[in-house]
Structures are given as C-alpha cells and as structure tokens.
C-alpha cells in the first residue's frame, strides 16, 4: 500500500497536479541559494524532488529514504556526507538540511570529492594519512566490499614518492588517476543526486557559471571595477541567441521571526501582492 501511495503521489507530482509547497528557505540555505543565484524555478525544481521523497509530507526524511531516492547503497561514507548538514546527528533531515547537502555534494569537483575523502580521514589536519588509514577509507567509501584486485601494499608502495609510509593529497590524487574504481562509490552517489535533482549537465553549467563570475570579479578587483570585455564569439552568441545567456533573478536575504529568509528583490515602485 505504501509503495502504490509513494508511486502515486510521484506520478501527481511530475505530471502537475500536484505542485510543489511553497519555497521557504532559512539561515545557510538562504545563503547558499543566493551565492548560486538560484531562481524560483530551480528551487521549486528541488522541494519537488524534496516532497518525491517525503511521502508522507512529515516534513522530514531520513538518511535511507534519501539513499533509496538516488538508488545508493548506505555506508558509513554516505553517513559522512549527510553529517556535513546534519550536524547534531538526528538522523532525519527537514527541507533546509536536504537543500543544503544537495547544492554541496552536487555542486563539489572531482577534486573536491577527493578532498573531502581525503580530510575524512587525515584526523589531525596534518595534510598526510598512513597506508592503514588509505585503506579504512577505501572500505568505508565501499562498504567494506572488494575494491581492486592485486597487492594494496605493492599499489600503495608505488604512489608512496618520498617513501615515509605516508600518503600525501598529491599522492592520494595519483592513485585515484590509476585505479578510479576505489573511489568510484562517492562519485557515483554524486552523479545518482544530480540526475535525479536537476540534473547532471545542469550542475555542470553552473559550475561554469560561478567559475566565470569568480574570473569577472578578480578582473574587475585588479581594475577599478571595470569589468572585463566580452569575447567576440560571445558576443555574437548573445546577439544572435540572447535566451542562452539568462540573468540571474536578483534575491536578497530578508530578517522574519522563523529567521533569515531567502525572498525576491522587487524593483523600485513595484508594489508586493
């Protein structure tokens, strides 16, 4: 019964009948939604696929449901990823906390994948993990199942440079290159949350976005506030396909008793409803 009211209520959903609650967002999710200048589509986009998981509109989820959502197994590295926004342990996340891990895992690079691994397990922040510490991460990123075949100590020799018995980020980076299937389980849990959130080339575009505003601000930081000149093939690209090239709907951070919420900045004279 309750898999024929989940189907149900996801066909509702993706067909329009049932529309997304309204958009609230507090606090760090306010502000992450307006450093990625996010609009009101995006973000109906993702309660959307927030309420697909909540079927019973507890508004509350728990860290299976969400695995179950992107077809993920759960293991103690997916445990990791959740805790960065479930901080107190719960177990359960509310709308804002699944907004949060949403834009942050989705939006990582590989590097910042591996970083977070990475950081996972260097405990003391020394910039270094030994080999048994590589290898307790490598199980927890895979569950304690099989990862590649051959000797661990003889592939870890082989990236181990200065031969200290100790692994460094650079090193930890050359033995993803050389066997990509260690850590494949994080990317794989990133790429099944971008499908089903907007999707994968999606949040590929907007990381492209926010890499050419960093450049712009840099630019216009090293030259009086000038902004830089647009590229000829863009520009042209913009003339002649001007709805490929979108400005962001302004969004500001308003005070409420519930606290700091995102809402849309209105123009000079217009009146709100």
Not at 78 to 87: K, N, T, W
Not at 128 to 153: C, H, M, S, W, Y
Not at 169 to 196: R, T, W
Request: some cysteine.
């Amino acid at each position: 019964f309750l898999r024929f009211c989940s189907g149900w209520k996801r066909c509702q959903i993706k067909m329009g009948c049932m529309p997304a609650s309204k958009v609230n967002l507090f606090g760090d999710a306010a502000k992450v939604a307006e450093h990625l200048e996010l609009n009101n589509q995006e973000l109906s986009t993702i309660k959307m696929s927030y309420e697909l998981i909540d079927i019973d509109g507890s508004g509350e989820i728990d860290y299976d449901e969400l695995l179950d959502f992107i077809e993920s197994k759960r293991s103690p590295f997916s445990d990791a990823v959740i805790a960065l926004v479930d901080e107190a342990g719960s177990g359960v996340l509310d709308f804002n906390s699944y907004f949060r891990i949403v834009c942050l895992y989705c939006y990582f690079s590989e590097e910042d994948i591996l970083n977070f691994c990475f950081q996972t397990f260097d405990k003391d922040a020394s910039g270094q993990i030994d080999e048994e510490e590589f290898l307790d991460l490598a199980r927890t990123v895979n569950n304690a199942e099989p990862l590649f075949p051959g000797n661990f100590k003889t592939a870890l020799e082989q990236f181990d440079q200065n031969d200290d018995g100790l692994i460094d980020f650079n090193e930890f980076k050359q033995i993803h290159k050389a066997f990509p299937m260690v850590f494949y389980p994080a990317f794989k849990m990133q790429a099944m949350l971008q499908k089903q959130v907007l999707g994968e080339r999606w949040w590929q575009l907007l990381r492209e976005r926010m890499h050419e505003k960093k450049m712009i601000e840099e630019y216009m930081a090293m030259h009086d506030g000038k902004r830089p000149p647009v590229p000829c093939p863009k520009k042209f690209a913009q003339c002649i396909f001007p709805c490929c090239f979108r400005k962001a709907t302004p969004m500001l951070l308003e005070k409420s008793e519930g606290g700091t919420v995102l809402k849309k900045k209105r123009k000079a004279g217009q009146k709100g409803r």
